[in-house]
């Protein structure tokens, strides 16, 4: 059959400081190539509506295949359908993704028939077998483990056997040299594991996965980067190097083979101060760049968030990045209960470190345990508005007044880190992607006033709202079982087999609360 691979807009911070390869999306092409159909993919990051419209009608597609990892690409996932379907009636369309597998359903019902099927949990899983029922018994597509569909629902996904079985089309993508992430650009998106053993009220990476923490081989970790092209490299794990051992059997595999790269990476504080050896290592072969959620500069934030973390590890794991050479990056989350004070408190805290701020707004999102806990009511269920830069739940300040400290405060990252004293810190590097005609990041530098605009935030509540999202139960709960949010079944301790024990109990050490396993 013929497949179309479709991953839709990128959203507001997208414009800005980064742009990603469709890494999952690509996984699952590869899984429908390997299983012997004709694919497409095609990136709406970097091509447009009418790109997507003339590939409908000159490809014409048996199947069609819509990426739905955040919210708020949903309207335009659901108005893509219900096009591709009046072109090709007969395309088979389903969604898959982080977001869509936590609101099936309600996907289903606002497609009205355009979408046949949510496909929930790790799509390369079932997707030989997903295509089979697909051409030849459409009705058994139902019984298909983690299949959505308006006629019944398959059994709870499953796992990939093994990840190093995972392999990329990243062949199919027609731009990579768009893809980027601050000054590493162009730049490719690896998977070394996969899954968060921690349970933060905010995050549904632990809630999709079921706790699970899955590694690739070290042999195949190092195959995957060696057979990328681009200069920089960016670690999609949601907490990289877990495991010091298997972080540090890659890092040496990549140096035995004289593997030069650049790389940026997520992790969390106390897994960098944990595992030094491993972050030292990575650091003379490449690391240069380093992603740490701290998300509260309080022991009220932090415990309101989970990170059972105190303050000074926190400071501690800064001070150790530093001394390794490694720019840093670190999210803050803005709760919309903060006023003008704390706004401020928080300005000034940016304004004293080297590090790179970036501010989120605390937003409920479907698969969160917030989404059931929070008391607070939603102030919108447009699915446009949940992308963290917006706020959704009710401001202390005026609306217009909060969006305007947000801003201000994210300025502090504007004035230290883009325009002028960006270029002049980075003028070797800017002389170097101008040279191979590498232009996003130079690109971004000045981007910030026209997409960070308090006014835009506003008038983007003022939009109408064509598919509105279910609301979570009425009722919110103090505390509830994280069994009722997983997508993939929990496995217990077998679910993170790839974890030595002393890694297992340093995780349990550090998390609050869960009572599944």
Request: net charge neutral; aromatic share 10%; glycine share 6%.
């Amino acid at each position: 059959m013929k497949v179309l691979a479709v991953h839709p807009s990128g959203l507001m911070y997208t414009k800005i400081f980064l742009r990603l390869e469709p890494l999952g999306l690509e996984i699952v092409a590869g899984a429908a190539r390997s299983a012997g159909h004709d694919v497409r993919l095609i990136d709406l990051q970097v091509e447009t509506h009418a790109d997507f419209h003339r590939l409908v009608r000159s490809f014409r597609p048996d199947v069609i295949a819509f990426s739905c990892n955040y919210l708020a690409n949903v309207p335009e996932v659901i108005d893509l359908a219900k096009a591709a379907k009046h072109e090709v009636p007969r395309a088979f369309v389903f969604i898959g993704g982080h977001s869509a597998s936590f609101t099936a359903h309600e996907l289903l019902e606002h497609a009205q028939g355009a979408v046949d099927c949510v496909l929930k949990g790790e799509g390369e899983a079932v997707l030989p077998a997903f295509l089979e029922a697909v051409e030849h018994d459409r009705k058994a597509v139902s019984s298909v483990p983690g299949a959505v569909t308006l006629d019944g629902e398959g059994p709870a996904p499953g796992f990939v056997a093994s990840l190093d079985d995972s392999r990329p089309a990243r062949d199919l993508l027609r731009h990579r040299r768009k893809y980027f992430i601050g000054v590493l650009d162009p730049c490719a998106s690896v998977e070394f594991a996969r899954g968060c053993p921690w349970d933060c009220t905010f995050c549904s990476a632990w809630t999709f996965y079921g706790r699970s923490y899955r590694a690739m081989s070290p042999e195949r970790a190092v195959d995957e980067v060696a057979s990328i092209a681009e200069p920089g490299i960016f670690l999609v794990d949601d907490v990289a190097f877990v495991h010091e051992k298997h972080g540090l059997a890659i890092g040496e595999g990549l140096a035995r083979r004289g593997i030069k790269k650049e790389y940026y990476l997520e992790t969390r504080g106390d897994v960098l101060l944990r595992n030094k050896e491993a972050f030292r290592f990575w650091s003379t072969i490449g690391l240069k760049y380093m992603f740490i959620g701290l998300e509260a500069v309080d022991e009220e934030g932090l415990k309101k968030f989970r990170k059972r973390i105190a303050l000074d590890k926190n400071f501690e794991a800064l001070e150790f990045a530093r001394s390794l050479g490694i720019t840093v990056a670190i999210n803050l989350i803005a709760d919309p209960d903060w006023d003008h004070d704390r706004f401020e408190t928080i300005r000034q805290w940016c304004l004293e470190i080297p590090e790179i701020v970036n501010i989120s707004v605390n937003t409920p999102y479907p698969g969160t345990e917030i989404w059931r806990t929070e008391t607070r009511p939603l102030q919108s269920l447009d699915y446009r508005l949940y992308d963290i830069q917006h706020a959704v739940l009710p401001t202390k300040l005026p609306l217009h007044e909060f969006y305007a400290e947000l801003v201000k405060t994210q300025q502090v990252l504007n004035r230290k880190h883009l325009g002028w004293r960006a270029l002049a810190a980075t003028a070797g590097i800017s002389a170097r992607h101008l040279m191979r005609g590498q232009t996003n990041f130079l690109r971004m530098l000045w981007k910030f006033n026209s997409v960070f605009d308090p006014r835009l935030q506003l008038a983007d509540h003022a939009r109408e709202v064509r598919y509105a999202m279910r609301p979570p139960p009425a009722q919110a709960v103090a505390k509830i079982d994280p069994r009722a949010l997983y997508i993939h079944p929990p496995q217990g301790r077998r679910g993170r087999a790839s974890l030595d024990d002393a890694s297992e109990r340093f995780v349990e050490e550090t998390r609050m609360g869960a009572a599944a396993p």
